[in-house]
């Protein structure tokens, strides 16, 4: 159960910051830029949004 929960926070903080920094490299890059890297972009703080929130929610429900 506690291996569990490490595992769970550090999906925590990897998920929430790859949001954050592939967030701001897609919503910051310029027009000009090559097109299939701000949907990589996009998708990958997408992925990191989810992971975050998943990692979330398995800690919110092992809390007492």
């Given at each position: ?7 769970a ?7 929430w ?28 703080a ?9 990692s ?9």
């Open positions: 159960m506690r291996m569990q929960m490490r595992l926070a550090f999906a925590f903080i990897i998920g910051s790859s949001l954050l920094a592939f967030g701001w490299l897609a919503l910051s890059a310029p027009a000009s830029d090559f097109p299939p890297i701000i949907v990589t972009d996009s998708l990958l997408a992925c990191g949004g989810a992971a975050g929130l998943w979330w929610l398995a800690l919110r429900r092992a809390m007492p």
